[in-house]
């Protein structure tokens, strides 16, 4: 299956739109990071927040303590794996570590674009190659550009996400202030996860690049990502609506 095709299933866009318009319908999809301590912990918040939340994230605080145990969990919940290990080595084995990602069936996966092309390029193919052998859909690659913790200059961002984009990434991981910089200057359709999600006046932790949900849905991008506002308080479910409300 093609790029564009499964973009365009996992994406819900106007069929009329052209190559030039930016890949967003003003509509996006909140995915929960699931950075607990233990499988226990991570199925409560999957029980909790599943179906109003359908994609939780898996980093690598929750993958080295469970492994594939946390990934099944939630295939067979009904929900997809965000698998966000952030692969950077080289491109032999990223490859190895992308095909065993598409066994484990996620949704998504990231890899650093700093790794450079040979490696995203590996990353890209394998996942095709695997998924076609196994006759599933292939996950959706995403770079991480600059983590959401640090200061980043917008040009930096950009030439991180044409490099992934133009090696046959999915999309980037960029917070919201870039978002809209990146969707006036890359004409490919891409798909954009923002982190650093916070409610208006809502602690930032050590996030340094945040931005309210609404904020980063006006600035294109498609999957936002929450944790520690929905996972440090009492009430998971109204902490989600107030984020999304606000
Ligand atoms: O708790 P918080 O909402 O800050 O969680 C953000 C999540 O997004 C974390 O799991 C973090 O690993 C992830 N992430 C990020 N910045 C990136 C890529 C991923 O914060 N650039």
């Given at each position: 299956m093609s790029r564009k095709m499964i973009n365009e299933e996992v994406?819900?866009?106007?069929?009329?739109?052209?190559?030039?318009?930016?890949?967003?319908s003003g509509k996006a999809e909140i995915i929960l990071a699931l950075d607990v301590e233990s499988f226990s912990q991570a199925k409560y918040?999957?029980?909790?927040?599943?179906?109003?939340?359908?994609?939780?994230?898996?980093?690598?605080?929750?993958?080295?303590?469970?492994?594939?145990?946390?990934?099944?969990?939630?295939?067979?919940?009904?929900?997809?794996?965000f698998l966000d290990l952030k692969f950077f080595d080289?491109?032999?084995?990223?490859?190895?570590?992308?095909?065993s990602a598409v066994r484990l069936r996620v949704k998504m996966l990231t890899l650093h674009i700093s790794g450079g092309q040979k490696?995203?390029?590996?990353?890209?193919?394998?996942?095709?190659?695997?998924?076609?052998?196994?006759?599933?859909?292939?996950?959706?690659?995403?770079?991480?550009?600059v983590l959401t913790s640090k200061k980043a200059k917008p040009g930096e961002v950009l030439r991180l996400a044409r490099l992934g984009i133009g090696c046959g990434l999915d999309g980037v991981v960029c917070s919201a202030q870039e978002a809209d910089f990146l969707r006036k200057n890359i004409r490919d359709k891409f798909l954009i996860v923002t982190p650093g999600i916070r409610p208006k006046r809502?602690?930032?932790?050590?996030?340094?690049?945040?931005?309210?949900?609404?904020?980063?849905?006006?600035a294109g991008s498609n999957f936002l990502v929450v944790g520690r506002p929905i996972l440090e308080t009492k009430d998971p479910i109204l902490a989600l609506k107030d984020i999304l409300l606000k």
């Open positions: 994406y819900h866009r106007d069929p009329d739109a052209t190559q030039k318009q930016p890949q967003h918040f999957v029980n909790k927040l599943y179906p109003r939340i359908k994609i939780f994230k898996v980093g690598s605080q929750l993958f080295t303590i469970c492994g594939p145990r946390i990934t099944e969990f939630i295939n067979k919940k009904g929900a997809g794996v080289i491109p032999n084995t990223v490859a190895g570590a992308v095909r490696m995203i390029k590996a990353a890209v193919d394998v996942a095709r190659k695997e998924s076609y052998g196994l006759k599933i859909k292939r996950p959706l690659l995403f770079g991480v550009t809502g602690a930032v932790h050590d996030q340094k690049r945040t931005a309210t949900a609404k904020e980063a849905i006006k």
